[in-house]
């Protein structure tokens, strides 16, 4: 069974991050699945830091990407929203090249909190980082 309010197009996901900070990285929504969404960031010069592996901030912004837009979306959007109230982030092992696929799934989704884990992973499928995102449920007025 799945835990979203309403089915959307990956295509439409994609398409609202448009000229934002998820465009810049060229973060993809990739799969949206009964209980988890699944993106992609390539590992390019913008998402690296100096010494040439990515910036463990590049994984942050992928993982609450993910975790954002999977919270709102098993919220009914007239009603509520959901936004950031804290991020702890495990950087496990550097990538350097190829790209990173982060995975969404939730921990708890409650009514006034949820709490997402992120698992990044390399083009060989290794963990590469570990996230739990923890967002705030707020009605609308």
Request: charged letters at 20%; one cysteine or more.
């Amino acid at each position: 069974m799945s835990i979203w309010f309403k089915e959307v197009e990956v295509e439409d996901l994609n398409k609202s991050c448009e000229n934002t900070m998820v465009s810049f990285l060229d973060i993809k929504i990739t799969e949206m699945n009964d209980d988890s969404l699944v993106g992609v960031m390539p590992v390019s010069n913008k998402v690296k830091q100096p010494h040439g592996i990515i910036h463990g901030g590049a994984n942050c912004v992928l993982a609450e990407s993910l975790g954002s837009f999977a919270a709102n979306l098993t919220l009914d959007y007239k009603k509520s929203h959901a936004v950031g109230l804290s991020i702890t982030t495990s950087h496990i092992k550097a990538v350097r090249n190829g790209s990173i696929k982060g995975v969404a799934n939730p921990i708890h989704i409650g009514a006034k909190t949820q709490v997402w884990e992120i698992k990044s992973y390399n083009d060989a499928d290794q963990l590469t980082s570990s996230t739990t995102l923890t967002m705030a449920v707020i009605d609308r007025l």
